[in-house]
Structure formats: structure tokens, C-alpha cells
């Protein structure tokens, strides 16, 4: 049995007891009933998850996961693929938006190479775990070979279970690599059956004329490759990237061992999208951090039934906005797990339904 089934057979649903538990907690707090949101709905989320009417968000992790595309032949980018490397060795120095962003969080960055084009020696704070040099030119024929693609879910499982099993209780993806919205792109369009044009965006700040000409690439790489949208391996080999897979396997590793795992933006909700293909059941552990500007995220995010927790107008990746979220979830379960019942507090329950009555 491969990695990959044996992953997904461990995966199981989110326990519905510590949910409802968790529930009753909110609903006896001293607030109107829903009256804190999302904050409220993610606790609940969590005691699923974790299996415990009182959730907490202990040492969290960052997997930033760099690879590069082939598809920028076409020139479907403003920078060019050289970047890539250039932009791992900003994450390992520490000089990067996400570096900068965890470090206020608490969280721990890892940087992992799963397919940079170049062959730089990376330095320590780099984990190699390199399938090959960057994907093919989609647009011309599939992405990656079966073999890749497997490999590089199983690289993410396997980075995923390590943290687990080192204490890690809350995970987040992100990614870099040039070209990738592209493949983001046919990969969106291809799972929730809108067109390309719909679903793909300006990427790294591209004009008008260049972003016409990536819809046009998206269209070719789809129709020349003919991915089953039904099949998560197959869109990846066809259409996806080496830091796609990765994420994939991190979604699917952290959902084995009940733990959640916050998605970035676009380039990572498409790692959701194909972990969502291979076992429905991997979406229960995914958190949406927030919300791209990049049009085909809402649509991802839409069809694997998550409603993200930010809007901030991002749009930068490397799993920025996923560890903004990380905050978003210690208050959640300080909400559940500190604040003062009307019964402890004291407080009539009469109050409590005038306070509702005024909600309404």
C-alpha cells in the first residue's frame, strides 16, 4: 500500500462530542449567543479537531514550500524565474515578509526546496527535499511525471508527521515559486469547473496585455493535457507544481494526526483543493486564514466549503496570512477556555435573552 492511501486510511472524521461540548460552553458565556463570529465557530472547529472541549494552539509551524514552473517560457510572470532561489535564500536569512509576520505570531519558519531550478547550496536553515528541477512547461505537455507527483506528497506527508511527532500541534503552508498562480490557475479551473478567465489573476502585478495572454495559457495547458478533475494525482502530473504536491502532503499528513493546518492564499488553497480530491474528509482539518485577491481563491475556497477568517487584501503567499491566523486561533480557544459563564459570573439570565433579543 502506498504512502499516500496509507496516510489517507488514518484519517478520520473530527469528533463530534468535543464539538457539541464545546458548543454548549460557547452558548452558556457571557455574551450574546454567536455574538463573537467566526472566533466562536473556530473554537468549535478545534475541539473537533483536536478532541477536547478545551482547545489550544501550542508550538505552530510554517512549511514555506519553494519550487519552480516551467510554464514561465510562456512568460506568464513579471519576474523571472531566477527569483525563486533568490527569495529562499531571503527566508533563510530571515529577511522576508514571513519570516517577519512568524516571528510576531510565535511561529517556527521551515523553508523546504521541492523542486528549485537551481543547484545553489543552500544553507542550513533550507530543507532539501528537491524531486527535481522545476516542472515542465505545462502548456506544451504534463507537468511532472506519476512519479513526481507522488514523491512530492509523500515529501509533505512525511514533513508533516516529523513536526507531529516533535510537538508541533498546528500547522500552516505556504509557498514560492515564480510562475505558480499560473498553474494555481488550471489547476482551480479544472476542480471547481470554472473557466479560466474567471479564475486566473494578476499574479505578480502583470498588465492587461500579459494577463490576457496567462488566461490563454491556462485554456492551452488544459486542453493539451486533458486532466480528470475527478483525480487529484492527475491534475497534479498534468497541470500542478512541485511545491503544490508538497502542500498536498502536508494537508493530508497534518489531517491524519488531528491537527490543523492553515491555508495561505490561492497557491496554497489549490493544495487544499487536491487533498480535498484525494479524501473529503482532509477538508474538516483545513482552516482558511484569508482571503486572496487573486479571483480564482474564492472559487477554490467556495468548493471546498471553508469561509476564511481575514480579509486583508493579500496576495504575497510564502504563508503569510496563514500565520496572522495562528492569533485568531489562540483567541478562539481563550474565548472557550478562560471566559467567565453567566452562571459563574453571576449574571441573570434575563439579561442574557435582552441581550439576544438586541443581537436580533
Known amino acids: 500500500m502506498s504512502k499516500i492511501r496509507e496516510t489517507i486510511d488514518l484519517i478520520a472524521p473530527p469528533d463530534a462530542v468535543s464539538m457539541a461540548e464545546a458548543q454548549r460552553i460557547q452558548d452558556s458565556l457571557t455574551k450574546p449567543r454567536g455574538s463573537l463570529g467566526k472566533l466562536e465557530e473556530l473554537s468549535v472547529r478545534l475541539a473537533g479537531i483536536y478532541r477536547t472541549r478545551a482547545p489550544t494552539i501550542g508550538r505552530r509551524m510554517v512549511f514555506t514550500m519553494a519550487a519552480d514552473h516551467g510554464v514561465t517560457e510562456e512568460g506568464v510572470s513579471a519576474y523571472p524565474s531566477e527569483v ?6 531571503n527566508f533563510a536569512k530571515g529577511g522576508a515578509a514571513i519570516n517577519v509576520l512568524a516571528r510576531a505570531s510565535g511561529a517556527e519558519v521551515r523553508v523546504v ?4 531550478k537551481s543547484d545553489v547550496e543552500w544553507p542550513e536553515p533550507v530543507i532539501s527535499m528537491k524531486i527535481a528541477h522545476g516542472t515542465k ?9 506519476e512519479d513526481e507527483a507522488r514523491r512530492g506528497v509523500e515529501a509533505g506527508i512525511e514533513l508533516a508527521f516529523g513536526a507531529c511527532d516533535d510537538g508541533v500541534n498546528a500547522l500552516a503552508i505556504g ?8 498553474s494555481a490557475s488550471a ?4 476542480i471547481t469547473g470554472r473557466t479560466a478567465a474567471e479564475v486566473t489573476g494578476r499574479g505578480t502585478g502583470i498588465d492587461d496585455d500579459v494577463l490576457n495572454a496567462k488566461i490563454r495559457v491556462v485554456e492551452r495547458a488544459i486542453s493539451v493535457n486533458s486532466p480528470d478533475p475527478s483525480d487529484g494525482m492527475d491534475v497534479l502530473v498534468k497541470v500542478g507544481g512541485l511545491e503544490i504536491a508538497g502542500m498536498a502532503g502536508v494537508v493530508l499528513g497534518a489531517s491524519a494526526r488531528g491537527v490543523p493546518v492553515f491555508l495561505d492564499g490561492f497557491v496554497s488553497g489549490t493544495a487544499g483543493l487536491i487533498a480535498s480530491t484525494l479524501c473529503p474528509e482532509s477538508r474538516s482539518y483545513m482552516i ?5 485577491v487573486e479571483p480564482g481563491h474564492r472559487f477554490l475556497l467556495d468548493h471546498i466549503q471553508l469561509i476564511p477568517l481575514l480579509d486583508l487584501g493579500m496576495r504575497l503567499g510564502e504563508g503569510t496570512g496563514a500565520v496572522l491566523a495562528f492569533g485568531m ?11 467567565a459563564t453567566f452562571e459563574g459570573a453571576g449574571v441573570a439570565r434575563s439579561v442574557r435573552s435582552k ?4 443581537v436580533k
Open 113 to 116: 526546496d521541492m523542486g528549485v
Open 288 to 292: 482558511a486564514s484569508h482571503i486572496s
Open 137 to 145: 512547461n505545462m502548456a506544451r505537455g504534463p507537468a511532472m511525471s
Open 84 to 89: 525563486t532561489a533568490q527569495m529562499v535564500l
Open 187 to 190: 489547476i482551480t479551473s479544472l
Open 329 to 339: 486561533a489562540d483567541a478562539a480557544c481563550r474565548i472557550l477556555n478562560e471566559m
Open 355 to 358: 441581550q439576544e433579543e438586541q
Open 175 to 182: 509557498d514560492m515559486g515564480i510562475g505558480n498562480t499560473t
